[in-house]
C-alpha cells in the first residue's frame, strides 16, 4: 500500500518567516494530495490540496508544490504569523487505495512572535 | 460551515469494558470514516462506509470493533471489549462523494481513555 513519510516532526520559524514541509509518497498512481491543520483540541482541517495534474497551487500565504517524478509534495506557508502554529499533516490517495487516504506523521510547526 | 459533530469529546473505559463512540457526519454527504490517532502517532484508517455497509476496513479494525449508521444521521463506532492499546483520539470524517473532487471533513474527535 501507500507509504507517506513527513519532514520535519518539528518546526520553529520567527513571525514573518517561511515555513515548509515535505511530504514524500511511494505509489506512483496517488493522484491526491491534501494537506491538513490541525490545532489544539480540534480535528484536520482542510487547509489546501493539490492533484496530481498540477505541478503547483497557491492560496493566499499558502502553496503546495509536487513533483510526480520524485513522488514529494511540499507545503509552503510564506509570512508565518503566531496564527499558524498547529500540527500540520499531509495526505495522498489514489485509486489503488479506495477510499482512505493515507496520511503523514505530522509536523508541529511553532511560529515565534 | 457545516460540520461533522462527534460526542463525547472525551471517553475514559475501564479496559474490558464496551464503548460507543458518536458522529453526526454532514447532512447530505454519502461516504463516512473513522480514523484513529495515537498520540504522537500517525492518523490511521480504521474503516469507511457507504450505502449501509462497510467498503474498506484496515487490519486494525478487528472483530472488537464494528460501525453502525442506525438512524440516518449518526455514525458510530463501537468497541466491544477494549484493551489499553485502543486509547486514542478517534476521528470521524465524511464525504460528499468519491473520487480528488471531495476531500473529507473531519470532526473534532473523541479522545478515548482506557484504564
Known amino acids: 500500500g501507500e507509504n507517506v513519510e513527513q519532514h520535519p516532526s518539528t518546526l520553529s520559524v520567527q513571525e514573518g518567516d517561511s515555513a515548509v514541509i515535505k511530504c514524500t509518497y511511494s505509489?506512483?498512481?496517488?493522484?491526491?494530495f491534501p494537506w491538513y491543520k490541525q490545532e489544539l483540541g480540534k480535528g484536520p482541517q482542510l487547509i489546501i490540496d493539490?492533484?496530481?495534474?498540477?505541478g503547483e497551487k497557491k492560496d493566499q500565504r499558502i502553496a503546495v508544490t509536487l513533483n510526480k517524478t520524485a513522488k514529494h509534495f511540499s507545503l509552503h506557508i510564506t509570512e508565518t504569523q503566531p496564527e499558524d502554529s498547529a500540527v500540520y499533516f499531509c495526505a495522498a490517495t489514489s485509486p489503488n487505495t479506495g477510499n482512505q487516504f493515507y496520511f503523514g506523521t505530522g509536523t508541529s510547526l511553532t511560529v515565534i512572535p | 460551515e457545516p460540520e461533522v459533530t462527534q460526542t463525547p469529546s472525551h471517553q475514559v473505559t475501564q479496559m474490558g469494558q464496551e464503548v460507543i463512540l458518536r458522529c453526526v457526519p454532514i447532512s447530505n454527504h454519502l461516504y463516512f470514516y473513522w480514523y484513529r490517532q495515537i498520540l504522537g502517532q500517525k492518523v490511521e484508517f480504521l474503516v469507511s462506509?457507504?450505502?449501509?455497509?462497510?467498503?474498506?476496513k484496515s487490519e486494525i479494525f478487528d472483530d472488537q470493533f464494528s460501525v453502525e449508521r442506525p438512524d440516518g444521521s449518526n455514525f458510530t463506532l463501537k468497541i466491544r471489549s477494549t484493551k489499553l492499546e485502543d486509547s486514542a483520539m478517534y476521528f470521524c470524517?465524511?464525504?460528499?462523494?468519491?473520487?480528488?473532487?471531495?476531500?473529507?471533513?473531519f470532526g473534532s474527535g473523541t479522545r478515548l481513555t482506557v484504564v
Open positions: 462506509f457507504y450505502n449501509n455497509e462497510i467498503s474498506e
Open positions: 493539490i492533484r496530481s495534474n498540477v
Open positions: 505509489d506512483s498512481a496517488s493522484n491526491y
Open positions: 470524517a465524511s464525504r460528499g462523494g468519491q473520487g480528488t473532487n471531495y476531500g473529507y471533513t
